[in-house]
């Protein structure tokens, strides 16, 4: 079960800007600096750490949103499995959004307590 989606149409009225990558192609790699969280907007990325896939995203889930709230390097890299184009969100245009629609932040919190709960089960398994 994925923990969220976010609503495009706010996005929209911030003037979101849009990516865009092909199958195969670095969104980030880790260790890169990184001050903004992605939405996916379409197509499917892959989010590998240390060589492994942890991780398929698809349409309107985020990734790097850890480096948005802790301004640390990226974790992790990120690759379009597809063609895909994503929407990169600001630390001012998630402030933003928290403030337009409070359930934003909640939502984020939500895939960060999800990730976390996913990573603590694979070391328990480990």
């Given at each position: 079960?994925?923990?969220?989606?976010?609503?495009?149409?706010?996005?929209?009225?911030?003037?979101?800007?849009?990516?865009?990558?092909?199958?195969?192609?670095?969104?980030?790699?880790s260790g890169e600096p990184g001050d903004e969280l992605l939405v996916v907007r379409?197509?499917?990325?892959?989010?590998?750490?240390?060589?492994?896939?942890?991780?398929?995203?698809?349409?309107?889930?985020?990734?790097?949103?850890?480096?948005?709230?802790?301004?640390?390097?990226?974790?992790a890299t990120v690759i379009a499995e597809t063609d895909c184009v994503v929407v990169?969100?600001?630390?001012?245009?998630?402030?933003?959004?928290?403030?337009?629609?409070?359930?934003?932040?909640?939502?984020?919190?939500?895939?960060?307590?999800?990730?976390?709960?996913?990573?603590?089960?694979?070391?328990?398994?480990?």
């Amino acid at each position: 079960m994925k923990p969220t989606s976010i609503d495009f149409q706010v996005l929209s009225r911030l003037g979101g800007e849009r990516r865009h990558y092909t199958a195969g192609e670095v969104i980030f790699r880790s260790g890169e600096p990184g001050d903004e969280l992605l939405v996916v907007r379409s197509g499917t990325v892959a989010i590998e750490v240390r060589g492994t896939i942890v991780e398929r995203l698809g349409e309107s889930e985020i990734f790097g949103e850890m480096a948005l709230v802790e301004a640390k390097p990226r974790s992790a890299t990120v690759i379009a499995e597809t063609d895909c184009v994503v929407v990169p969100i600001s630390e001012k245009q998630f402030l933003a959004m928290v403030e337009y629609a409070p359930t934003f932040a909640l939502a984020v919190i939500r895939v960060l307590a999800h990730r976390l709960r996913e990573s603590n089960a694979h070391r328990r398994a480990a």
